[in-house]
């Protein structure tokens, strides 16, 4: 698995709107600042994100993105394979793949097999949610005073 800069700011982006959940749409502007996207390829990540039904906008002065389901309804694993594809660390872990002849009797499928299984029962299983409580609690923590 391999996690792109595209998928890392949309990660990052699905993280900051599950954050600021319930605030109405955040404008494009303050969310490339927030996460400290380059803003020209960050449009380009949130039309993607808006394509594959995470997000959605709104048009207008009072205009901007919010995440278009409930951040518990995705998972760290949805917006990683939609953005950067299967997280197989190995082609021939395909269902369809038919480039090697020693393939079911390989010894290394069989490990790379269970890397990506325990690697799918992580981040399947990893909200943003919940990803949201632990960020915010990570802040709150840090900003205390006397």
């Known amino acids: 698995m391999r996690i792109t800069f595209k998928g890392d700011y949309a990660m990052k982006a699905i993280l900051d709107l599950a954050m600021h959940e319930g605030e109405g749409p955040i404008q494009i502007h303050d969310l490339a600042k927030r996460i400290n996207a380059p803003l020209k390829f960050f449009e380009q990540v949130l039309l993607d994100l808006k394509r594959g039904g995470f997000v959605e906008s709104r048009r207008g002065k009072e205009g901007g993105y919010l995440l278009a389901k409930d951040p518990a309804d995705i998972t760290v694993g949805d917006v990683a394979r939609f953005i950067d594809g299967p997280i197989e660390p190995i082609a021939c872990l395909a269902d369809d ?40 609690a990570r802040r709150d923590a840090l900003e205390y005073t006397i």
């Open 97 to 136: 793949y038919a480039n090697c002849t020693d393939m079911y009797r390989c010894s290394l499928r069989a490990v790379w097999q269970r890397v990506a299984q325990a690697t799918s029962a992580i981040i399947d299983h990893v909200s943003f949610a919940e990803l949201a409580q632990q960020t915010k």
